[in-house]
């Protein structure tokens, strides 16, 4: 699968995003999904996850409450729906996917073998 990830822009803190994820050359339905960011000297991070079917999601603490991950399979797109958006959040974003090797997984966990090419949010104060 190919993913290319959107979306992203220069905005004031407590502003709204959303990034988008388009999948092609396979079906987005097939896989685990989620979204990753780096920021300026950090490392990678996880930052929301969610099942095949959309009804399982996982979110890193620090943006509980403030971000919602969503999918639409049909339109084989993921999407990050960002709110109340925070200096701390400036970070390139990346999409991923992957196939779990098992039944019961966790999202945080899952070996994510395909990824976008980032889309970079800038939050300012």
């Known amino acids: 699968v190919q993913l290319q990830a959107s979306g992203g822009g220069v905005v004031q803190a407590g502003d709204s995003l959303r990034l988008s994820c388009v999948a092609s050359r396979d079906t987005l339905s097939g896989y685990v999904m989620a979204w990753f960011r780096q920021a300026p000297g950090k490392e990678r991070e996880f930052v929301s996850g969610?099942?095949?079917?959309?009804?399982?999601?996982d979110h890193v603490d620090s943006v509980k409450g403030r971000f919602a991950i969503f999918r639409d399979n049909a339109k084989n797109t993921l999407y990050l729906r960002m709110n109340n958006l925070k200096v701390d959040d400036t970070a390139v974003y990346y999409c991923a996917a992957g196939r779990p090797s098992s039944v019961f997984y966790d999202l945080r966990s899952i070996n994510y073998k395909y990824w976008g090419q980032g889309t970079l949010v800038t939050v300012s104060s």
């Open positions: 969610i099942n095949f079917r959309g009804d399982s999601t």
